[in-house]
């Protein structure tokens, strides 16, 4: 293997784990599910860590007007016997040397609105705003849904 092709294979492997970081917080592997064309609504996933010392809160989230109307971020608590979707308009809060995972059925970040479905190999530009104003924008890869994974039965 010449040194250009192990350059860019070492390259691509490298940005199939994508990592965002300013200052103290890291965003890592950010992705969004892909929608059916019609969709209104999608989900993203990531991983946050506050790698410093002292504590930090993402207040906001944003996406590009030609992807989405507007991002929230959302939590999912059991109500009773029902899972129930709400918006956390209060902020998520990154204790010191913390990590946090946005997965399904825990934290996520809703697109609402959106202007097409969100195709497998697409990307979705998002801006998190930390409560001090800064800001990190990341580019979630669409991934396919895993079916088999998503499929959950009603007893």
Avoid: C, W
């Avoid at 895993?146 to 039965?153: Q, R």
């Amino acid at each position: 293997m010449s040194f250009r092709q192990l350059f860019f294979t070492i390259l691509g492997l490298s940005l199939s784990s994508l990592t965002y970081a300013k200052a103290d917080v890291m965003i890592m592997d950010p992705y969004a599910r892909a929608t059916f064309p019609m969709a209104q609504s999608g989900a993203v996933y990531l991983t946050i860590e506050n790698t410093g010392e002292t504590e930090r809160t993402v207040s906001a989230v944003s996406v590009a007007e030609d992807i989405a109307s507007e991002a929230q971020i959302h939590t999912t608590d059991m109500r009773g016997d029902m899972m129930q979707m709400r918006q956390v308009t209060e902020g998520i809060v990154l204790a010191a040397g913390t990590t946090m995972s946005f997965e399904p059925g825990s934290y996520h970040i809703m697109l609402m609105g959106l202007k097409q479905g969100l195709s497998e190999g697409d990307t979705v530009p998002l801006t998190l705003t930390m409560a001090n104003g800064e800001t990190i924008t990341v580019n979630a890869a669409v991934k396919a849904i895993d079916k088999e994974a998503s499929h959950h039965h009603h007893h």
